[in-house]
């Protein structure tokens, strides 16, 4: 054995206590969701259920309503918003990965203003609700992330790369652009529109911004909006008639939301993991 | 290659092929033509977008320099000069907010910069084995969690009657504290929450890096005998230090633009706390919707949009001269 074996084992037990450090928030609020309310507001939270019981997640499930409407919208959202926006970015970023596309540099300079000044949150708040008077309606639900400025450089610079002999042939064939553009470059463009595709979900899937802003009707709230009201008031819950405020297991139950919008994100993540971590490194190290 | 390499090779292949034939040339053109047509329709829906969310929001942080009215539109407010600016900088909850919003990204900077580096070097060591995998990936994951959900584990662990930090606390024989009312902590638990969900990231991009670096440099140095510190100092680091500047003075272009979600949500927007976590998003976003103060949020904004565009210019062109390219331009 080499001397390094020692500093290997150093190094994997570092990282191993960071990794579980990081890993206690999410141990903590799954703990508090299987406690029961009592024990959890005596003896507090720990990364142990407090005498283990299901009554948050059965006070859930009673009534789901809330919970699966957001779920529906936050999913209607997240996938109709990432189709749109992969096709409207792809498209744009095809025409200017083009050498000869006549506007090339002018929306080069388009794109590079833009993403130097931003007007911010006021002149946005005017635009959405006294100019398109969008206001508590499905369509601002989608607008705002539809375009990215970073994701349509890395979808420009990957479609650079693809080769031109292959297009140049297509187009001595007969093949227009948007036929070169559907069964070219878009099966082509597959690693970069996945990766693309992931950053648009995961900012569809929890934005809380925009409903904030923007949203007042709750037939329209989203799951993170939800959950935003849910921890800002936690006896919004208490509004449904039936039961008695006494006997509600709201900490514990906020929890148990918590729990149930973010562990399908969390362990989609995983799977998903290994197309983000492509489209970090593809952005830093351009 | 670079992109001039390819721009010279594909124009003098076009070429090549439309002399051999006058028609040719003249229906090479007009292809081309009707090529940039559909180009041109291609970018369309991305361009109005950007025109609309983009480009007239620029326009609309003048009104700032109005008496603006809703009813009125930006056009129909009467003009009021920098009568807003006078009222937004008389008091001192502006100074404040900007305080804190540079001095707190500077904090977040430095401190994410150190264990980003630490993490990634860290990792480089066993990237072999696959349980790095692992790793990074839990690492990964809380910059993937909503800031809704940042607040609930932060609650969890400083709510005063029950957080977990306060039964640590109390198990230890130390006395409790309540967190949301004490301003003096927030620096740190902020600093915490943001590393928490920003080291992963930034570790991966210094580990990109670090293993682009040919691995015979690090086998002549262990046959040097020299050790990983030094291996550290001596190799990895000035190889990969173009990449943490340009990222640093990105961020640091970004530095008049806080964290909304952070701020917002993780201090649960407590008026008790703004001392030290009131930052010029959370600022605007109050005199925007609590008070209704279209003044007050027009001139912050604009105050806000215009310096966050000097600082990050300056940075661009920094970035330009140390790197000798323009991380955005280049790819154009």
């Known amino acids: 054995m080499k001397s390094g074996s020692w500093s290997k084992i150093i190094i994997h037990s570092l990282l191993g206590l960071i990794a579980l450090a ?12 299987f406690s029961d309310e009592m024990a959890l507001t005596v003896k507090g939270y720990s990364l142990w259920p407090r005498d283990f019981n299901l009554s948050a997640y059965q006070f859930i499930f009673d009534k789901p309503g809330r919970l699966l409407r957001a779920y529906g919208n936050t999913i209607a959202i997240t996938v109709l918003g990432t189709s749109l926006s992969l096709v409207m970015m792809s498209l744009f970023a095809y025409a200017l990965s083009r050498q000869l596309f006549r506007f090339r540099r002018i929306y080069g300079i388009f794109l590079v203003v833009a993403m130097l000044f931003s007007g911010g949150l006021v002149p946005y708040y005017i635009l959405v609700t006294q100019v398109l008077k969008l206001q508590n309606t499905f369509i ?3 607008l705002p992330n539809l ?9 420009t610079a990957f479609f650079r790369q693809l080769p031109n002999e292959l297009f140049d042939a297509a187009r001595v064939d007969g093949a227009g652009e948007w036929r070169i553009y559907g069964s070219l470059v878009v099966p082509m463009g597959k690693p970069a529109l996945a990766t693309v595709g992931l950053m648009i979900a995961i900012l569809y899937w929890n934005n809380w911004t925009t409903p904030l802003y923007f949203i007042r009707d709750p037939d329209l709230y989203t799951l993170q909006y939800l959950l935003y009201q849910v921890m800002r008031d936690a006896e919004i819950l208490a509004l449904e008639p039936q039961i008695g405020a006494s006997q509600l297991p709201t900490q514990a139950t906020t929890m148990a939301m918590a729990v149930l919008a973010t562990g399908p994100a969390a362990f989609g993540f995983f799977f998903a993991q290994k197309y983000l971590v492509r489209g970090i490194t593809m952005g830093s190290l351009k | 290659m670079t992109d001039k390499d390819r721009t010279v090779k594909y124009r003098l292949r076009m070429p090549k092929r439309s002399v051999s034939s006058r028609g040719l040339k003249t229906k090479m053109g007009q292809d081309l033509r009707s090529r940039n047509r559909v180009w041109l329709l291609m970018t369309l829906p991305a361009a109005l977008w950007i025109l609309l969310f983009r480009y007239l929001t620029m326009v609309g942080v003048g009104i700032a320099f109005v008496d603006f009215k809703p009813r009125k539109g930006i056009f129909g407010s009467d003009f009021v000069g920098l009568q807003n600016f006078t009222f937004l900088f008389s008091t001192d909850a502006v100074l404040q907010a900007t305080l804190n919003t540079v001095l707190l990204n500077l904090l977040f900077i430095v401190v994410t910069l150190a264990f980003s580096l630490a993490l990634a070097f860290l990792m480089f060591q066993i990237y072999s084995s696959s349980i790095s995998r692992v790793y990074q990936a839990v690492l990964l994951l809380p910059n993937f969690i909503s800031y809704v959900i940042v607040s609930y584990f ?3 662990l400083l709510a005063t009657d029950n957080g977990m930090v306060n039964g640590v606390l109390q198990g230890l024989g130390m006395p409790r504290v309540a967190w949301y009312t004490e301003p003096q902590y927030w620096p740190t638990i902020l600093l915490i929450t943001h590393l928490w969900t920003a080291m992963g990231w930034g570790s991966l991009i210094y580990l990109a890096a670090m293993l682009g670096i040919d691995n015979e440099l690090f086998e002549a140095a262990e046959m040097d005998g020299a050790g990983r510190g030094r291996q550290f100092w001596s190799i990895t680091l000035p190889i990969i230090l ?14 008049f633009n806080a964290d909304f979600g952070l701020f917002f949500l993780v201090t649960r927007n407590q008026g008790l706390l703004y001392p030290t976590t009131d930052v010029l998003d959370t600022y605007i976003y109050r005199a925007l919707t609590t008070s209704g103060d279209w003044s007050m949020a027009s001139a912050a904004q604009f105050y806000q949009s215009v310096v966050g565009f000097l600082l990050l210019l300056t940075a ?14 280049s790819l154009m």
């Open chain 1, 22 to 33: 990081a890993l206690i928030p999410f141990l903590l609020i799954v703990a508090a969701s």
């Open chain 1, 140 to 142: 601002i639900l989608l």
């Open chain 2, 316 to 329: 661009n062109r920094l970035v330009k001269r140390i790197g000798g390219r323009d991380r955005d331009l």
């Open chain 1, 147 to 155: 375009i990215g400025l970073y994701q349509i450089i890395i979808l």
């Open chain 2, 242 to 255: 173009p990449i943490v500047v340009i990222n640093v003075l990105l961020a640091l272009g970004s530095i």
């Open chain 2, 154 to 156: 932060v609650f969890a």
